[in-house]
């Protein structure tokens, strides 16, 4: 499986924006970049994801290196309810990919990221 | 997008005892998965769960201690067997399915908080 490397925490003021760096040197053509974090006593939730192109939503900006071997998650305004860990993903096509098109999910060990008042 | 109900969301059980968490899902689903997360820790992948066949178990993981139903498309259960202290984790069960924009993205429930003692 494609191994993502992030900071294991960040703080950031809110009101500001914050940059999530995620290295991913062994990432394959296919592989889509998924965002997921996971707020305290909960379930993971979907931020954004990615192939080639920076995206954006309007929960987050994803920015995505020309050799595709690193990406960003951009939080353009924190506020103290992104405090959270945040999970970069490769969604693993040639490992991953099961009969019935569906993918494996596997996470790394995330960034916690901390929003001070 | 679909959602995810969780059943017990926490337990504290006696070592040498099995519980059985159960996950339904609001739509049918192709596959189902399972994941652990230890305290403090990220999410690992125990198995995935396709409807009308046997689980595949992720290395480090078996059916004997974790075995894992799929009775029907928006069904899953996972048991925790003959559990010790070291079980003590969150559960969490997982789909993939359609987000907002036409790809698709992971859903998870709320978690089973386990405390074997």
């Known amino acids: 499986d494609a191994k993502t490397t992030q900071p294991n925490s960040m703080e950031s003021n809110e009101e500001e924006p914050v940059h999530l760096p995620c290295n991913h040197s062994?990432?394959?053509?296919?592989?889509?970049i998924h965002w997921y974090r996971q707020l305290p006593s909960q379930g993971p939730e979907y931020v954004i994801h990615?192939?080639?192109s920076n995206v954006n939503n309007r929960m987050a900006s994803l920015a995505i290196a020309e050799d595709r071997k690193s990406s960003t998650l951009i939080l353009h305004r924190a506020t103290l309810r992104d405090a959270a860990v945040y999970y970069c993903?490769?969604?693993?096509?040639?490992?991953?990919?099961?009969?019935?098109?569906?993918?494996?999910?596997?996470f790394g060990t995330g960034t916690r990221l901390k929003v001070l008042a | 997008s679909a959602v995810i109900s969780q059943k017990p969301s926490r337990d504290i059980c006696q070592r040498g005892t099995s519980l059985t968490i159960q996950c339904q899902v609001d739509?049918?689903?192709?596959?189902m998965f399972w994941y652990r997360q230890q305290p403090g820790q990220s999410l690992t992948l125990i198995a995935t769960?396709?409807?009308?066949?046997?689980?595949?178990?992720e290395s480090g993981f078996v059916i004997d201690k974790f075995p894992i139903s799929r009775p029907n498309l928006t069904f899953s259960t996972l048991t925790v067997s003959n559990m010790s202290p070291e079980d003590s984790s969150i559960y969490l069960c997982?789909?993939?399915?359609?987000?907002?924009?036409?790809?698709?993205?992971?859903?998870f429930g709320q978690g089973t908080r386990l405390t074997v003692v």
């Open positions: 997982s789909v993939e399915d359609r987000g907002r924009g036409v790809d698709t993205e992971a859903f």
């Open positions: 062994t990432i394959s053509g296919t592989d889509y």
């Open positions: 990615g192939l080639t």
């Open positions: 993903i490769l969604r693993d096509v040639k490992g991953g990919r099961l009969a019935s098109g569906t993918y494996k999910y596997i």
């Open positions: 739509s049918q689903v192709t596959m």
């Open positions: 769960a396709n409807q009308g066949s046997e689980a595949t178990y």
